[in-house]
C-alpha cells in the first residue's frame, strides 16, 4: 500500500486533515478558486468510518481475556499492568494494536528493553522504578525495511519512531533489529547506539487483521476501500451543501437593466427587459440535483455497512428475513473469532519475547472469546413462542426457556440459568397441582 492510502484510512478514522480541511473535495473544473475556498471552509465530515471500524474491534474486547502464567511472578504482575511505561494494561495495549491492525491491515509490537542495568541493581530495584522491558505498537506506514524468512518470520526489522514531541516538530530515531543485534540512530545522526541483544530473534511480533501473506508481512487493508467510499460521502455532501445554499437564497428578477437603481444589492437581483409582460419573482436552482445527491449519500452509507459485514445493521436494511440476518450474523460472528485468534497468538508471542529479555521462563496462556454472535431478541422471541404452541414435551421447553434467557440475559451464567430453570419449572408444577381436577364431583353430588 502507498503512504497516501495509509494517510487516507487515518484521517477518515480521526476525521482529520484533508476531511477537516477541505483538502479531500474535488475541484469542478467551472470551480472559481474563491467558490472552492469558500466549499472548502464550509465543508463537514459525515464520519461512518470509525464507528463501523470499531464495530469490528470493540466486541472482541467486550469480555476480558481469560490470562494465566507461570513463572517470573514479579516482573509479570507488573508487566500486564503497565506494559508500556504508561500504566497502560495489557487488555487496552492489545485493543490499540487490533484497531491498527483493523485499519492498515498489520501492526508491528515492539518488545524493548530499557538499556544496561546499573553494577549493583537488584530485582527490587529494577520493578520500583519500572526498568525492565516495554512494549509498542508501530503502524505499516512506520516500517522503513524489514526482511522475513518463507515462514513469515522476522530476519531485521528497521522503523521509525517518535523520540520527542514538540511544540515546533518532533524529533524521530531509526531503529534497526536483527537476531542478534540492534542499533539506534537519531534523525539527525548526531547520536548512534548499537549493542548485542542474544535472543536469537527479532523482539517484533506481527500482528494481522487476517491471515499472513505468504508474500508480504503488509496484507492490503481491507478497510481501504471503505475509507475511499468516505472520501465520496465527504464530496456529495459538499455538492448538497452548495445547492441548499442557492436553494435557500433565491435570485430576485425584477424589470430593470439599469444595475445602478437595485438598491438590494447587483449580488442579489437580475435585471431583464423592461417591456416583458412577468412580474418580479425569486429563481433558484431546481432542488432534483439536491434529492439525487441525498439518495446517492444513502446508498454509499448503506454499501459502507455492506462492505464490512453490517447490513444487518438498524437503518441500512430493514426488509431482509431472519434467515438473512441470521447468515449475516453468522459471517460477522467467524470475522471477529478468526481476528481475536491472531490477537490470541500475538499476544503469547509478546509474552514469549518479553521472557527473552528478562532471562526468566514464562509458561502463559491467554484465551480471547471465541462467539460474537448477536442476537435479535424480538425474533429469538418470537420463534420460541412458536415453538411452545407446538405442544412440546416438558424436556424440549425447559431446551426453549434457556434459550431464551441466554438471549435476553446473555451474561447470566449456567449455574443461575439451571436455578431459574428449576424455579419456574416447581411453580408450573405447584400450579397444576393446585387446580381442581377436571370432571370431579361438585358439593351437591351423591
Same mark, same amino acid.
Given at each position: ?14 476525521g482529520t486533515n484533508g476531511f ?28 461512518? %468510518?470509525?464507528?463501523? =471500524?470499531?464495530?469490528? $474491534? &470493540? ?8 490470562? *494465566? ?10 508487566? $500486564? ?7 497502560? =494494561? ?17 501492526? %508491528? ?34 516500517? =522503513? ?18 523520540? #520527542? ?14 537476531? +542478534? ?26 500482528? &494481522? ?8 508481512? %503488509? ?29 435557500? %437564497?433565491?435570485?430576485? &428578477? ?23 409582460s412577468h412580474e418580479p419573482n ?31 445493521? &438498524? ?12 447468515? *449475516? ?5 467467524q470475522q471477529l473469532a478468526d ?55 416438558? #424436556?424440549?421447553? #425447559? ?19 439451571? #436455578? $431459574? ?7 408450573? +408444577? ?17
Amino acid at each position: 500500500m502507498l503512504t497516501y492510502d495509509y494517510d487516507l484510512i487515518y484521517n477518515a478514522y480521526y476525521g482529520t486533515n484533508g476531511f477537516s480541511n477541505g483538502g479531500y473535495l474535488i475541484k469542478h473544473k467551472r470551480e472559481t478558486d474563491e467558490d472552492y475556498a469558500t466549499r472548502q471552509e464550509n465543508a463537514y465530515y459525515l464520519n461512518y %468510518f470509525a464507528p463501523i =471500524t470499531n464495530s469490528l $474491534v &470493540t466486541p472482541i474486547f467486550k469480555k476480558p481475556a481469560v490470562r *494465566d502464567w507461570n513463572g517470573a511472578k514479579n516482573f509479570m504482575e507488573l508487566f $500486564v499492568q503497565d506494559i508500556d511505561g504508561n500504566k497502560t =494494561t495489557i487488555g487496552e495495549f492489545m485493543k490499540r494494536a487490533a484497531l491498527k491492525a483493523k485499519l492498515y491491515g498489520s501492526c %508491528f509490537i515492539v518488545v524493548d528493553n530499557v538499556g544496561n542495568y546499573k553494577d549493583g541493581e537488584t530485582i527490587a530495584d529494577v520493578l520500583k522504578d519500572r526498568r525492565f522491558p516495554y512494549a509498542f505498537c508501530l503502524a505499516p506506514s512506520q516500517i =522503513t525495511s524489514y526482511k522475513a524468512d518463507k515462514m513469515g518470520q522476522l530476519i531485521y526489522l528497521e522503523f521509525s519512531d517518535i523520540k #520527542e514531541i514538540g511544540s515546533v516538530a518532533n524529533e524521530y530515531y531509526t531503529m534497526r533489529f536483527d537476531r +542478534e543485534k540492534w542499533e539506534r540512530i537519531d534523525s539527525d545522526g548526531s547520536w548512534v547506539n548499537k549493542g548485542v541483544h542474544n535472543l536469537g530473534r527479532v523482539p517484533a511480533v506481527v500482528l &494481522t487483521c487476517k491471515d499472513l501473506n505468504s508474500i508480504s508481512l %503488509f496484507p492490503p487493508s481491507e478497510m481501504l476501500p471503505l475509507a475511499k467510499v468516505s472520501k465520496a460521502i465527504y464530496n456529495a455532501s459538499s455538492w448538497l451543501t452548495e445547492i441548499f445554499r442557492s436553494v435557500t %437564497f433565491p435570485l430576485l &428578477t425584477i424589470p430593470s437593466l439599469d444595475a445602478k437603481n437595485i438598491v438590494i444589492g447587483n449580488n442579489n437581483a437580475l435585471g431583464y427587459e423592461p417591456e416583458y409582460s412577468h412580474e418580479p419573482n425569486f429563481i433558484a436552482p431546481p432542488s432534483d440535483p439536491a434529492n439525487v445527491l441525498k439518495e446517492h449519500i444513502l446508498d454509499l452509507v448503506q454499501e459502507m455497512y455492506r462492505m464490512a459485514g453490517l447490513s444487518f445493521v &438498524t437503518g441500512t436494511k430493514t426488509d431482509t428475513s431472519g434467515v438473512s440476518k441470521q447468515w *449475516d450474523f453468522e459471517r460477522l460472528n467467524q470475522q471477529l473469532a478468526d481476528f481475536a485468534q491472531n490477537i490470541q497468538r500475538a499476544e503469547a508471542d509478546l509474552i514469549n519475547i518479553f521472557s527473552l529479555w528478562i532471562n526468566q521462563p514464562i509458561e502463559y496462556n491467554v484465551s480471547y472469546p471465541n462467539d460474537f454472535n448477536i442476537s435479535d431478541i424480538a425474533y429469538e422471541l418470537e420463534n420460541a413462542q412458536a415453538i411452545l404452541d407446538l405442544n412440546l414435551s416438558d #424436556e424440549l421447553r #425447559e431446551d426453549v426457556l434457556k434459550k431464551v434467557l441466554t438471549v435476553c440475559f446473555p451474561d447470566m451464567d449456567a449455574l443461575r440459568c439451571d #436455578e $431459574v430453570v428449576s424455579s419456574l419449572k416447581e411453580q408450573q +408444577e405447584n400450579k397444576m397441582q393446585s387446580n381442581p381436577p377436571i370432571g370431579g364431583n361438585s358439593a351437591g353430588d351423591e
